[in-house]
């Protein structure tokens, strides 16, 4: 038998191990700050989720307003790492409801609707893509495809000719997409675990199917996600890099380490009712003294310029992003729908460092003041006013907001005829 004397001294050991873990409990407790866990949401899904309270006084992450730019583009595949996007465009982007609103129009509206044509202008300025432009009013396209563009709220494109990848928010039917579809020949296949639309169950772009035609096989794919948004795409395989950021299984094109520096501030870019994303080649001039056949050539500078000095140079533009942002006065806008900048047009260039961000600023600014269009042989005053031109210490984003002496649909034309000499970059001069 244990005497009382030993078990008085157990007893007086557990209570003093007690005291002991108690005390490292309150000390580790003290280190931490009683920190909540974190936990790390999933990325790249376009499903909708209901987000778990936050506790008092933990910042919120920003969640951009659907149907914005960046909550297009983290829908969309990233493939700025793949050869999918050989070339420099990479994504283009309208928001024909606020285009709508900026037009001072009701929305949405009917073709027999008295403000039709009014709407119809209003499309102008807007980076559409060329086939839903063209032809997604016909009706044909509504016969075969199920909707029109009359359907559609925004639209974000992804790739380049033949290959394409379109995400289309609005206000579709299911049963009449799925109507259209059957009568035009689609066949119901599975990808990715949901069910899915094909003209080609292959990746072979053939237009020899009827159904094929009005969209020149853009729409070759199609699938409805559970959320009512409308993707489609050339090929099947394209169709499945989509759904798999839909479904949480990629990072999307939002999250690219480059593309998100262009994403911010927030309110600016959420602000474009249409936006056109390149990467930095476009801005690239392969000879930078404006040889005889060179493309393009160098921005002739002031003649105060001395011919013994060389005029000075930006480091290599790695992604531009440009965005017509809705005007502040504009019809119907809310205030967060309304521009932070006066702008017809603003240029977000994004660079390798910010020390490239912050020399370019200087280049940019003297190149827009005392340069001469290579394109149009007149000074750029006579296109383009700047409005302002910043960087942000540390980053590596040059911001220009240009006033567009010509009217807001010329700033399509100036990035099709590539009048930016005053941004570009010399291979010579890259990284």
Known sequence: MISRARIGTLLAAVVVLALIVAGAGVMLSSRLGNAPATVTPPTGTSLPMTAAPAATGTPQAHVSPPGSLPAM????PDWLGSANLPMSDVARYADLAAASRRAGLPWPLTASSPAFARWRASLVPLALPTI?????????WQQTYG??????????????????????????????????????????????????????????????????????????????????????????????????????????????????????????VESFDSAVLVKGQLLEAANPRGTPGSSPPTVPTATTTSPATPPPELGKVRLALFGVPLPANAAGATPAQASPSAAGMVMLLRFADGDDAGRALNVIQLRLADGVSSVTGAPYARRVQPVRIR?????????IDLDLKDGQADWLSMIEDRDLAFAMWTTANGS
Do not use: C
């Not at 583009?73 to 969309?76: I, K, N, Q, R």
């Not at 839903?132 to 044909?140: E, H, M």
């Open 73 to 76: 583009l983290d829908l969309a």
């Open 132 to 140: 839903l432009a063209s032809r997604g009013l016909d009706p044909v």
């Open 391 to 399: 960087h942000e210490p540390k980053t590596p984003v040059v911001r």
């Open 147 to 268: 909707f029109s563009l009359l359907d559609v709220d925004q639209v974000l494109a992804i790739g380049q000719a033949p290959d394409y990848v379109t995400i289309l928010r609005g206000r579709f039917n299911e049963q009449t997409l799925h109507d259209a579809w059957v009568r035009s020949g689609y066949q119901a296949v599975e990808a990715e675990g949901m069910t899915v639309w094909t003209l080609s169950p292959g990746d072979a772009i053939d237009l020899s199917a009827p159904a094929s035609r009005p969209a020149m096989a853009t729409l070759n794919n199609v699938a409805l996600l559970p959320d009512g948004m409308l993707v489609v795409a050339t090929k099947l395989s394209s169709l499945k890099d989509e759904l798999k950021v839909a479904q949480g299984k990629a990072s999307s094109l939002a999250r690219n380490n480059d593309l998100a520096a262009l994403l911010s501030p927030a309110p600016l």
